[in-house]
T-cell receptor, first 111, second 113 residues
């Protein structure tokens, strides 16, 4: 079956570092995505990992371990505008190729 | 501006009404999707169109009826909905280049009374 788990909520302070974990069990796995969604807005693409290892993009980094079915999103130098929901999603090989999403992690950044 | 436009942004309808949600993408993509987003639940895939053909229907009730007249437009026709259908309905498109990267619209917030 398809299952993606991530924490429901996290809190952090400005300037800190936060790591949002995601574990997955999907058949025909074809990569792991992270999306950011601010309240009332569209989810926007953050990162895509298909190979094991760390991908860095500015303040955001994403890590994948295929053997462990595990990924994390690392946010550095947190800013208030980083308060949002972070969605972990697995790509699966099926007709139409579509993503299976976790419930999302709501991150609240305080000053 | 994400390149994917959804209208209306908000919709309130009674259980006996018929309404349609519209999605338009300006990205030249070949696949379009409808997702449902309810509070405290994961995004649920409803329908997938690839090259204007429906390739996935995830056990969605028949009161939801999709239509894809061309690769740039996608509709979701709604008929005799239930209060539990109240949710954010998100449209997305992707280029079918193997990356499965989705580009989302801002969604239609639907309330069924």
């Amino acid at each position: 079956g398809q299952n993606i788990d991530q924490p429901t909520e996290m809190t952090a302070t400005e300037g800190a570092i936060v790591q949002i974990n995601c574990t997955y069990q999907t058949s025909g796995f074809n990569g792991l995505f992270w999306y950011q969604q601010h309240a009332g807005e569209a989810p926007t693409f953050l990162s895509y990992n298909v190979l094991d290892g760390l991908e860095e993009k500015g303040r955001f980094s994403s890590f994948l371990s295929r053997s462990k079915g595990y990924s994390y999103l690392l946010l550095k130098e947190l800013q208030m505008k980083d308060s949002a929901s972070y969605l972990c999603a697995g790509g699966v090989n099926q007709a139409g190729t579509a993503l299976i999403f976790g419930k999302g992690t709501t991150l609240s950044v305080s000053s | 501006e994400t390149g994917v436009t959804q209208t209306p942004r908000h919709l309130v309808m009674g259980m006996t009404n018929k309404k349609s949600l519209k999605c338009e993408q300006h990205l030249g993509h070949n696949a379009m999707y409808w997702y449902k987003q309810s509070a405290k639940k994961p995004l649920e895939l409803m329908f997938v169109y690839s090259l204007e053909e429906r390739v996935e229907n995830n056990s969605v009730p028949s009161r939801f009826s999709p239509e894809c007249p061309n690769s740039s437009h996608l509709f979701l026709h709604l008929h005799t909905l239930q209060p539990e259908d109240s949710a954010l309905y998100l449209c997305a498109s992707s280029p079918l280049d193997g990356s499965e990267k989705l580009f989302f619209g801002s969604g239609t917030q639907l309330s069924v009374l």
